[in-house]
């Protein structure tokens, strides 16, 4: 067996499990790994400004790819800055791998200059957080780390890497070597049987199609089973591209925040609900009373442990969602039925109860943007959400087509996720369109990765929803019982931050938009400015300061604050 630097193993192995492009921050305790990557020069490597951009890459590169993303840091502060992407890649089931650097084994008691247990301090917010002591366990416990990442419920590992072990030579060859098997669990037969006799006993049933079918690449079962049986389909906020919301089966999302009307209702009034791959978060179900009902709930996750943990379901059925809608087409194809009048109640619902997205009053009203955002952009676009009133307004309005094509850090929701996630996703996805939804303030959180988007040449457009406010923030304050307006403000001068100049100084451009009836040219504009610089462009659209999205703690009774048609 031949003898070849540790590190230069762990780069052959990154290729052959389908790495291609990493992004990170080098330091003296990682650079073994960087010599590595110099001498093979295969790797694609993108010098982050602060290793969470690297981490939020990693996150929008593996939400494209449906791979493993990957991002590397030094020792000590770079694997603290590192907790957020990796607490962000868990909650929402993204395989991610962080590799850190670390001080030599023989320091590690002696609190050497920046030595840190990122091991402990990371375990919390990972699937598999481990330091390797021993320079020949090293192919193994990166080929395990992919592993863990992909299998079961996908999530993050991280792999912590003390200096005098990465320079160690190895006994490995990588003409003989392969990734690790995956798993899959398949449901129980007698199951899958009753799931079907539940949904074929029901009235008015509904699938709703959680992050899982994505991740378990789900979406085909999922739309021929819906139309085999003529049963409508919901989608929740990680599910949302799931199926094209176009689709005369689509019947909206649910939620006390990011939902439609006709989605609410259409919920309320079904009777059975088959759920694939969704963990009910708090959000989605608002007053449980009131979403579990009398209605009846199957539950399929591939993780055991997500089953009864928000309330016990009149059927738990552990399994990967596409092995399961798999098994359950093949037993429900002896049953296919024509749209009855549960799917004609939906379509009627969906025609009805709709919210208003025509305003032309100066400033602007949010939903107008999405509708420009609507009618303009293709089925195909990539586009990257992360948290506050902007992302639940596009939640409410804007449609998404495709799996993995609307991105959203739904649960961990870090403000600043957007403009690393886009590139990420741009990598992943080079001749595509890709677009971030973001506010203001999320926009200056990770605002120093633009220079990552100008230094690479990745295209992306920003549409800024600018309210000047913590808006999301703001409404809480002002409509949840507080009854105040307190440090929520960040209007200062005129108008505050001058954002196009922000992007100027990165070497980027962008325009601010005032009027509704300027929008659809300066998309136009942004579009044909990205392609022309191969660089990050913003349009940045001034809303009214204190508009409001529709909420309420329960989808039986939700506040509407704008008109409706």
């Known amino acids: 067996m031949p003898k070849i630097p540790v590190m230069q193993a762990v780069v052959e192995i990154l290729k052959s499990e389908g790495v291609d492009t990493v992004f990170g921050c080098p330091g003296a305790a990682i650079l073994p790994l960087y010599k590595a990557m110099e001498q093979d020069g295969s790797i694609e490597h993108l010098v982050v400004r602060h290793e969470e951009g690297a981490t939020h890459m990693a996150d929008g590169w593996s939400r494209t790819t449906g791979d493993v993303g990957v991002a590397i840091g030094t020792s000590g502060p770079a694997g603290t800055n590192m907790i957020t992407g990796l607490y962000t890649a868990q909650a929402d089931s993204v395989p991610i791998l962080c590799i850190t650097g670390q001080a030599a084994v023989s320091k590690l008691h002696q609190e050497a200059f920046q030595a840190v247990d990122i091991v402990s301090i990371a375990a919390p917010v990972t699937k598999w957080a481990v330091q390797v002591k021993e320079a020949a366990q090293m192919p193994w416990i990166f080929r395990e780390a992919f592993r863990i990442a992909r299998s079961g419920r996908p999530g993050p590992v991280l792999i912590d890497l003390p200096i005098d072990v990465q320079k160690q030579e190895i006994e490995w060859d990588p003409t003989i070597d392969e990734p690790l098997p995956v798993p899959r669990s398949a449901p129980a037969e007698a199951k899958v049987g009753r799931a079907l006799e539940m949904l074929l006993a029901a009235e008015r049933p509904l699938l709703l199609a959680g992050g899982g079918v994505i991740l378990g690449e789900a979406s085909a079962e999922l739309l021929e089973l819906a139309e085999l049986l003529q049963v409508p389909i919901q989608a929740t906020l990680m599910g949302k591209g799931a199926i094209d919301e176009d689709h005369p089966l689509y019947a909206g999302m649910t939620g006390i925040q990011t939902s439609q009307r006709y989605g609410n209702a259409s919920f309320l009034e079904s009777d059975l ?288 604050f704008e008109p409706l048609p």
Not at 294 to 308: N, S, Y
Not at 379 to 406: C, E, M, N
Not at 469 to 493: F, Q
């Open 273 to 560: 609900v088959l759920a694939l791959g969704a963990r009910f978060g708090d959000r989605h179900t608002g007053d449980l009373a009131t979403y579990r009902g009398d209605r009846e709930f199957i539950h399929v996750d591939v993780e055991p442990t997500q089953i009864g943990k928000v309330f016990g379901p009149d059927l738990g059925i552990v399994a990967d969602t596409k092995l399961f809608l798999q098994a359950l087409l093949e037993k429900a194809r002896a049953h296919a039925r024509p749209a009855g009048a549960w799917v004609q109640r939906c379509q009627e619902l969906k025609r009805t109860l709709v919210r208003r997205e025509d305003f032309d009053t100066v400033p602007v009203k949010a939903p107008r943007v999405f509708k420009e955002i609507n009618e303009f952009y293709g089925p195909d676009t990539y586009f990257v959400t992360a948290i506050g009133l902007y992302q639940i307004w596009s939640g409410q309005h804007q449609k998404a087509h495709r799996p993995r094509h609307y991105q959203v850090c739904g649960q961990a929701g870090p403000l600043g996720w957007e403009i690393p996630a886009a590139i990420g996703v741009k990598k992943a996805r080079p001749d595509a369109e890709v677009v971030g939804i973001v506010g203001d303030y999320s926009f200056q959180f990770l605002v120093e990765e633009l220079a990552v988007g100008a230094q690479y040449d990745v295209p992306f457009v920003l549409i800024m929803l600018n309210n000047e406010y913590l808006g999301l923030i703001r409404m809480a304050e002002d409509h949840g019982g507080y009854d105040m307006k307190y440090e929520v403000d960040i209007h200062y001068d005129t108008t505050g931050s001058d954002n196009v100049k922000i992007m100027e100084a990165y070497g980027c451009s962008g325009v601010r938009v005032a009027d509704p009836g300027e929008i659809r040219g300066s998309l136009e504009w942004a579009r044909k400015e990205a392609d022309r610089t191969r660089r990050p462009v913003l349009v940045e659209i001034m809303i009214e300061r204190e508009g409001n999205t529709a909420n309420g703690t329960s989808i039986a009774a939700m506040r509407e």
